[in-house]
Nanobody
Framework: VQLVESGGGLVQPGGSLRLSCAASGFTFGNYDINWVRQAPGKGPEWVSCSSAPNRDGGGAYYADSVKGRFTISRTNVKNTMDLQMNSLKPEDTAVYYC?????????WGQGTQVTVSS
């Protein structure tokens, strides 16, 4: 199982970034895939979830802190999931991880750094 995030970087407040998560080694469409972030000195914060399309047709869910600004999407034929982040704020600064739980354990990627600063 492998999850590889990309797309992070430095952006000014109000700017946009698009993160991607490339998955391999498991049946992508069978699992909810999450974006989770961790800011310096803080614990992990759930950001968004794309629910398993093979189970319930797929849905998108968001933390209140990002609702209306972030959009999650997945492309099952490519085993990829994206997070479009708009109207970024300094408090969005964090390492962003894609993650899923297979019923026994959590799997995580290596993360991608997002820094929102002027």
């Amino acid at each position: 199982v492998q999850l590889v995030e990309s797309g992070g970087g430095l952006v000014q407040p109000g700017g946009s970034l698009r993160l991607s998560c490339a998955a391999s080694g498991f049946t992508f469409g069978n699992y909810d895939i999450n974006w989770v972030r961790q800011a310096p000195g803080k614990g992990p914060e759930w950001v968004s979830c794309s629910s398993a399309p093979n189970r319930d047709g797929g849905g998108a869910y968001y933390a209140d802190s990002v609702k209306g600004r972030f959009t999650i999407s997945r492309t099952n034929v490519k085993n990829t999931m994206d997070l479009q982040m708009n109207s970024l704020k300094p408090e969005d600064t964090a390492v962003y991880y894609c993650s899923f739980y297979d019923g026994l354990r959590n799997f995580w990627g290596q993360g991608t750094q997002v820094t929102v600063s002027s």
